[in-house]
């Protein structure tokens, strides 16, 4: 099976950056994903990382070391519309297909 | 572009009742999936699809049946409501990016309460 243990919640100030860390056990591994979600909001695809290194993408980057079984969100120029929560997800890799298992989520306050 | 369609957004149900769940996609998405999501426990998957006729057992589908009689739609059912299935559900629809990613698109979620 798998599992995923991120922290439930970090706090932060605008402007800041802030990093958002999760562990991983799979029996396979297929990448690591990161999903957004507002409350009251659906999840919304952010950020995949396949093989060891730092992922860019605007203000957001995703980091994998794959021997470590360990990843990171790395969210710079803090603002309030990034308060929200943060899901690390990988792929099962049991059977081959490619059903997400989710972390628990890292609920993300930004205060002025 | 809908992407993926969930009704309905809110319902209340008795125990022992029972209901389904429709979820739409335009996409023309393979795969499909059911999350149910309780605080503090993240997304849990329910049952998924891998196409059209096919269904698969996720972490939790004790309760829930679904189907995929077309494509584009997937059905979840509760045949007899319980309290402990108040959650709210999410639908979503994916494929692969060429990157790899497993990447899902997610309807709005529909709020569920079983007294």
């Known amino acids: 099976g798998q599992s995923l243990e991120q922290p439930s919640e970090v706090t932060a100030v605008e402007g800041a950056i802030v990093q958002i860390n999760c562990t991983y056990q799979t029996s396979g591994f297929y990448g690591l994903s990161w999903y957004q979600q507002h409350d009251g909001g659906a999840p919304t695809f952010l950020s995949y990382?396949?093989?060891?290194g730092l992922e860019e993408t605007g203000r957001f980057s995703s980091f994998l070391s794959r021997s470590d079984s360990y990843g990171y969100l790395l969210l710079q120029e803090l603002q309030m519309k990034d308060s929200a929560s943060y899901f690390c997800?990988?792929?099962?890799?049991?059977?081959?297909?490619?059903?997400?298992?989710f972390g628990t989520g890292t609920r993300l306050l930004v205060s002025p | 572009n809908a992407g993926v369609t969930q009704t309905p957004k809110f319902r209340v149900l008795k125990t022992g009742q029972s209901m389904t769940l429709l979820c739409a996609q335009d996409?023309?998405?393979?795969?499909m999936y059911w999350y149910r999501q309780d605080p503090g426990m993240g997304l849990r998957l329910i049952h998924y699809s891998v196409g059209e006729g096919t269904t698969a057992k996720g972490e939790v589908p004790d309760g829930y049946n679904v189907s995929r009689l077309k494509k584009q739609n997937f059905l979840l059912g509760l045949e007899s409501a319980a309290p402990s299935q108040t959650s709210v559900y999410f639908c979503a629809s994916s494929y692969s990016s060429s990157s790899g990613a497993n990447v899902l698109t997610f309807g709005a979620g529909s709020r569920l309460t079983v007294l």
């Open positions: 990382n396949a093989l060891d």
């Open positions: 996409m023309n998405h393979e795969y």
């Open positions: 997800a990988v792929r099962d890799g049991d059977t081959g297909f490619q059903k997400l298992v």
